[in-house]
Nanobody, 125 residues
Framework: QVQLVESGGGLVQAGGSLRLSCAASGRTSSIYRMGWFRQAPGKEREFVAAVRRSDGTTYYADSVKGRFTISRDNTKNTVYLQMTSLNPEDTAVYYC??????????????????WGQGTQVTVSS
C-alpha cells in the first residue's frame, strides 16, 4: 500500500503562483509514476501533469504546459507541482496519484492505483 498526502493549496490572485507537494509513504518502491489531476465543481477529474519516478520524464496537459512544472525528489518520496500564471480556470481540487505501471496511460485516471485526499486551489480574478 502507498499513502499520499498533498499540501500547499490555498487562495491566490490571478497571475500568482502556488506550489503543491505530495508526500508518499508505505511501499514507495512500487511506484512507477506519479501524477497530478484536478477536479473543478461540476466537471470531471482531469489530468494535469505526471512524472516518471526513475528518470524524471514529465508529461503535461496542454492547458498547463508552460505554466506548471512537475518535479520529484526521490530521496524525500515527494512530488511537487509548481504552478505559475494561475487563472480562475485553474480553480479546482488537486489530487496526487501514484501509478504502479500495471496498465493505462499517464493521462488516464484508471492508470493510477493510489490517490491522495486532495487539496483546494482557488484563483480569484
Amino acid at each position: 500500500q502507498v499513502q499520499l498526502v498533498e499540501s500547499g493549496g490555498g487562495l491566490v490572485q490571478a497571475g500568482g503562483s502556488l506550489r503543491l507537494s505530495c508526500a508518499a509513504s508505505g511501499r514507495t518502491s512500487s511506484i512507477y509514476r506519479m501524477g497530478w489531476f484536478r477536479q473543478a465543481p461540476g466537471k470531471e477529474r482531469e489530468f494535469v501533469a505526471a512524472v516518471r519516478r526513475s528518470d524524471g520524464t514529465t508529461y503535461y496537459a496542454d492547458s498547463v504546459k508552460g505554466r506548471f512544472t512537475i518535479s520529484r525528489d526521490n530521496t524525500k518520496n515527494t512530488v511537487y507541482l509548481q504552478m505559475t500564471s494561475l487563472n480562475p480556470e485553474d480553480t479546482a481540487v488537486y489530487y496526487c496519484a501514484a501509478d504502479r505501471n500495471i496498465g493505462g496511460s499517464y493521462y488516464q485516471i484508471r492508470a493510477y492505483d493510489y490517490w491522495g485526499q486532495g487539496t483546494q486551489v482557488t484563483v480569484s480574478s
